[in-house]
């Protein structure tokens, strides 16, 4: 029963991610006019297939591993002078290389386009349907024998990190692949933190040598660092549980907690902790509500466990998050993703990150079935992910990916012709073994994991 599930949510994983390219490249091809002969999910022999009015031939193929789109070109017509006979004057005057070179490189890149709006769509799908935690990264220790801290560290114990270089860090996940985005650099690493004695943030700096140089050390970059982070909640509430304490005291979602009677509130656990020590009884609790500061008093609740009275408050602690306000986090974490991956894959080719988290099909597929056991969401987070990591090896300057072929139409506009055939045959052969040595580079780093 495992098993099915792994292998059901591959191929669903792959199924979408596959025909999202595709369609990206058929759609663009359409509205182009270019002739598509077929369009195929999955390699291979064809066990299912149908034609749509155009003369396209839509099919589902025996290999779940990728897919294409096979357009008409004049070069295919020379080689199958037979096909003729199978076209219309119309479809034979509607060839790929027939078109403009922005055509061209419009179909070339709406595959990887629609597999980035595809993880924009997905990211803010899951916005829009979790509440913002509203987590914050603290320093709960530093360590003191690392080398980059010393009498003189410019961290301290309970600074709240903010942005790192400038990239803020909005959730658990930032810190880490921030740093790792820094693999090898030797210079100053810049924090904005924000200590609890402090009014405003302030920056800092640590200088670092031949920082994460190793792959030990890349698995726990914030370890390497000197640091242990404790990932707080802002106080911030986030429903309010109708009849509860809290909502006859007036409290709203999206209320700020600044204090509660003397104590001063930076973290929601601090919250939770007071109101638990305080069963019926009153509290004022200072608020803040979008740009108004006011305070509330609050009749706390109880409840009875183990013959000893808890305070209640009959909050969840979060925000929620508007349409416009998911979809600009989804078109941000569309971007940084995209923009570390590629920062990553440099730094695998200078050897400044160690290559043996890169997954083929076996890992992926184990990837696949952990979320879909998971739940949907950790499902789609998934997809989201990989329909980034699809979309920017296919834009790597490789010839038979994408952007291969948008580098060769570079070539062709700059030349004002075509390379020769003999040329062209040379460079795809040679993208083709690129392609084939990093699956099977792949595919062993994933039977590595299981010896």
């Not at 370890?223 to 509860?244: A, H, N, Q, T």
Request: with cysteine; hydrophobic share 45%; net charge neutral.
């Amino acid at each position: 029963m495992t098993y099915l599930i792994y292998f059901s949510a591959f191929l669903v994983l792959l199924g979408v991610l596959v025909t999202i390219h595709e369609f990206g490249h058929f759609i663009v091809a359409r509205m182009c006019k270019v002739h598509v002969q077929r369009f195929s999910i999955g390699m291979g022999p064809v066990f299912y297939k149908r034609n749509d009015k155009h003369g396209t031939e839509f099919a589902l193929s025996a290999v779940p591993l990728g897919g294409y789109v096979s357009m008409i070109t004049n070069k295919l017509i020379e080689l199958e002078p037979d096909i003729k006979e199978e076209l219309t004057e119309e479809q034979l005057g509607n060839t790929f290389d027939s078109k403009p070179k922005w055509q061209r490189a419009a179909i070339m890149f709406a595959g990887p386009l629609a597999n980035f709006l595809l993880s924009i769509l997905i990211f803010t799908v899951i916005f829009l349907n979790t509440p913002d935690p509203q987590n914050i990264p603290v320093i709960n220790n530093i360590n003191q024998e690392n080398i980059y801290f010393s009498s003189d560290a410019s961290l301290q114990k309970g600074d709240q990190i903010l942005s790192i270089n400038e990239t803020k860090i909005s959730d658990a996940k930032d810190i880490n692949l921030e740093l790792l985005s820094y693999a090898g650099f030797s210079g100053p690493l810049k924090f904005r933190i924000l200590r609890p004695e402090e009014q405003r943030p302030i920056n800092v700096e640590i200088l670092v040598t031949n920082f994460l140089p190793t792959s030990e050390s890349q698995n726990n970059p914030v370890k390497y660092l000197g640091v242990d982070i404790e990932y707080k909640m802002r106080p911030f509430i986030g429903s309010v549980i109708p009849g509860g304490p809290a909502e006859i005291g007036e409290l709203r979602a999206n209320d700020k907690v600044l204090s509660i009677g003397n104590e001063k509130i930076l973290y929601a656990d601090q919250i939770r902790s007071i109101v638990s020590e305080n069963p019926n009884t009153n509290l004022d609790f200072q608020i803040q509500r979008g740009k108004e500061t006011f305070y509330l008093p609050v009749a706390i609740g109880s409840t009875r466990k183990d013959g000893v009275n808890f305070g209640i408050l009959g909050v969840s602690f979060g925000t929620s998050r508007t349409f416009i306000q998911s979809l600009n986090k989804g078109l941000y974490e569309t971007y940084n993703l995209s923009i570390k991956t590629l920062q990553f894959i440099g730094k695998m080719l200078t050897g400044n990150m160690g290559t043996e988290n890169l997954s083929g099909p076996i890992g992926i597929a184990q990837m696949a079935g952990n979320t879909a056991q998971a739940g949907l969401l950790p499902f789609m987070y998934l997809m989201a992910l990989l329909s980034i990591s699809l979309a920017v090896l296919n834009l790597l300057p490789i010839p038979v990916l994408d952007g291969g072929q948008l580098t060769l139409l570079g070539v062709e506009a700059i030349r004002g012709k075509p390379l020769s055939e003999k040329v062209e045959n040379l460079v795809y052969t040679g993208g083709a073994v690129v392609v084939g040595m990093l699956m099977i580079f792949a595919i062993f780093n994933d039977i590595s994991r299981f010896i």
